[in-house]
């Protein structure tokens, strides 16, 4: 195959190139991404380590300059300065679209101010691969990371419930999994799809309701992706189970489980999920 890049040198301006990379498969690259990286003065990245596997794979062997949560306001005159000299410089993340959720954006509104051009690279972003695959609204909420602090998580939890669109976190597995509890407290009702190890040999897609979330047993490497679908109208909260729903329960608890048994209770009734699941605990708590 032949890739027609003619002129492509006189295309490329001096500023800076906010340019996404893979978020986990190397071939998840742009060909426009790849001339921007090898024509770059310099490029900002996280970690060189991880920044290296990519760069060597298609022989790019622009100067790297390290640029992390902990230095970037350290860079910023550096950076600055190297941008005012008419360079090339590319701004990269470990993975994915820089800025969101990632260093960057200091540097971005630095650079308005000092009314240097900005120019985005387009690619991989694992919010947008995530929604896509999702079948949820195709409105969404990007929240990032949970916060530190359990008090703030349920306090942006309260806000985030009203929300009519899909919510999209990013979260560690064992933060995922101290979570579950105000999960079901502020998303009662609503259907979880849980993205791990996104585009690599390992990738795993869990959808469930998240009524009836269930932790890891272990905890799987590397970051979740976790969307939250929109909020639906609730059923009557008035309407309780019928005696023939409950007999029909009794008799299917020690062949399925309680999110089974839920499915399919839920299918012929008018009954919240969360009241029939609440029943099922409830008997097998008494066996």
Do not use: W
């Amino acid at each position: 195959m032949i890739l027609h890049t003619e002129n492509i040198n006189n295309k490329i301006k001096s500023g800076l190139y906010i340019v996404s990379t893979p978020i986990g498969n190397l071939s998840d690259i742009t060909l426009r991404a790849l001339e921007v990286l090898k024509r770059s003065d310099y490029i900002l990245c996280e970690d060189t380590r991880i920044s290296k596997n990519l760069l060597e794979r298609y022989e790019i062997k622009s100067k790297l300059i390290a640029n992390h949560k902990f230095n970037e306001k350290k860079n910023l005159l550096k950076v600055i300065d190297i941008l005012k000299s008419e360079s090339i410089v590319s701004l990269i993340s470990d993975a994915g679209t820089p800025s969101i959720s990632d260093p960057g954006a200091i540097l971005v509104n630095e650079c308005v101010i000092n009314k240097i051009d900005i120019f985005p690279i387009p690619g991989a972003s694992a919010v947008s691969s995530a929604v896509s695959i999702s079948g949820f609204s195709e409105k969404y909420f990007f929240y990032g990371f949970f916060p530190e602090k359990n008090s703030k998580l349920k306090e942006d939890f309260e806000r985030l419930a009203n929300l009519e669109s899909c919510i999209v976190f990013f979260i560690s597995p064992r933060k995922f999994n101290r979570s579950i509890k105000n999960l079901k407290h502020y998303f009662s009702n609503r259907k979880i799809l849980v993205c791990r190890e996104m585009t690599k040999f390992y990738e795993e897609y869990i959808r469930a309701d998240v009524d009836v979330l269930e932790p890891f047993k272990s905890d799987p490497k590397g970051e979740l992706t976790i969307i939250i679908s929109e909020k639906v109208k609730e059923k009557n909260s008035s309407i309780t189970l019928k005696e023939s729903d409950k007999d029909n329960i009794q008799k299917l608890i020690k062949k399925l489980s309680i999110k089974d048994i839920t499915d399919l209770i839920s299918q012929n009734t008018n009954v919240s999920k969360k009241e029939i699941y609440n029943y099922c605990l409830k008997l097998k708590n008494e066996q």
